[in-house]
């Protein structure tokens, strides 16, 4: 490696830290052969590798998918005298799973099995949640049932995980279902594992249920946070209950309760679905009282709103203030102003704030080219 021969040139030996720092990064760019090279120049210098070198190549070799010699490494490292545990497997577990790769990730699992390594409850937790990120649920099940044959007790994360899987993947009766399991189980909800159960009961439709779980969620005692209200407060925009929601807004405000730019933003959203420009207008205003800033998001959506209603001026200063404020507008936000302003034949608007976007050096994204090339072909422009 360059790096090394630099460092021998300057009269450095590279030593353990130098080398696990190389191998990490050869392991990250996919380049583990190479990084086994680097391996074994380690060795060939006499310098010992430790459990962070091993883990970090086994993680590499079973990305790829070369489980002899990850099972290879593994017990080179028994040899050694490094006894990994089940803290070890679990990082090349959940990392493998955070990248989407829950095959290797059970292979992995197995292969801790194979050196006499117990797998915990975050063992298994954390495959299940790759199994339900890949919309494999009945893997999922299997993996539940399993942890409890070996005398492993699921908690609140475990049951949640799953819960989540069911609830992303549109299986909300089973959910509900595993939910009154858990609660049969004396295994008490978090709020993450509240919020995820409101949140598919909005998703499904299910309103009624949903704010009788909501209900039960605040006579359970736990301390309620922002995400709850953001869930609860969105479900009901979303499932034609503003007024409820903006009753229950307005209740949490009265009650000087903390929300968020969220909170705020998805209100201003359902004001303006429903026809209360008016009203969105001045809860974006306010926003500023309450301690809030606004922010990029929050523009784009009254921008872009104003636009749809032909309210062109109050667009225009719109965008005016939101640069004086300190808050510049992004490319995302530009490219919508110039696609909503296309589509309302406003060209000579749009010409100009795509000099705009051309001055700041954002790029026109492709949704917005297509639509430009659209009209000019067209004759329109």
């Known amino acids: 490696m360059f790096i090394f021969t630099n460092m021998r040139q300057q009269g450095l030996k590279p030593n353990a830290v130098n080398y696990a720092t190389v191998m990490d990064g050869l ?13 074994k120049q380690m060795v060939s210098e006499g310098l010992t590798p430790n459990d962070v070198v091993f883990c970090t190549l086994i993680h590499g070799f079973c990305a790829i998918g070369k489980w002899n010699k990850a099972e290879e490494l593994t017990f080179e490292m028994l040899d050694r005298g490094i006894q990994p545990n ?3 497997f679990n990082t090349i ?4 799973c955070q990248e989407g790769r829950v095959m290797e990730a059970q292979h992995a699992y197995d292969l801790m099995v194979h050196v006499g390594v117990t797998p915990d409850v975050i063992s298994y937790s954390t495959l299940i949640d790759g199994y339900c990120f890949d919309g494999k649920m009945d893997e999922a099940v299997k993996l539940l049932m399993g942890m409890v044959d070996i005398g492993l007790v699921p908690n609140a994360i475990t049951y949640s995980t799953l819960l989540n899987g069911y609830c992303k993947n549109g299986m909300i009766d089973e959910g509900l279902a595993l939910f009154k399991e858990m609660l049969g189980k004396d295994v008490k909800p978090t709020a993450i594992t509240y919020n995820i159960m409101l949140q598919g009961l909005f998703q499904a439709r299910r309103t009624p249920d949903a704010k009788e779980l909501y209900v039960t969620m605040v006579d359970s005692g736990i301390q309620l946070e922002v995400v709850t209200y953001n869930v609860v407060l969105g479900g009901l925009c979303e499932n ?6 903006l009753m229950m807004f307005q209740g949490l405000l009265s009650k000087n309760i903390k929300l968020d730019i ?3 933003t998805t209100m201003i959203v359902a004001l303006f679905k429903h ?3 008016k009203a969105a207008m001045d809860l974006f205003a306010a926003i500023p009282s309450h301690g809030l800033v606004q922010n990029v998001v929050t523009y784009n959506i009254v921008m872009v709103n104003l636009i749809n209603e032909g309210l062109l001026e109050e667009s225009d200063n719109l965008i005016l203030s939101m640069e004086k404020s300190g808050c510049a507008p992004d490319s995302r936000m530009l490219n919508a102003v110039v696609r909503r302003l296309l589509l309302g034949g406003e060209m000579s608007r749009a010409a100009a704030y795509i000099c705009k ?19 000019i072909s067209g004759g329109e422009l």
């Open 27 to 39: 392991c990250k760019a996919g380049r583990v052969d190479d990084a086994m090279s680097q391996f």
């Open 86 to 88: 089940v803290v070890y």
């Open 93 to 96: 577990i959940s990392n493998l």
């Open 240 to 245: 034609g209950f503003l007024d409820e929601a």
């Open 262 to 264: 969220i909170t705020f």
């Open 275 to 277: 026809g209360r420009s």
């Open 357 to 375: 976007c051309d001055e700041k050096k954002f790029s026109l994204e492709a949704s917005t080219a297509s639509l430009l090339i659209s009209i």
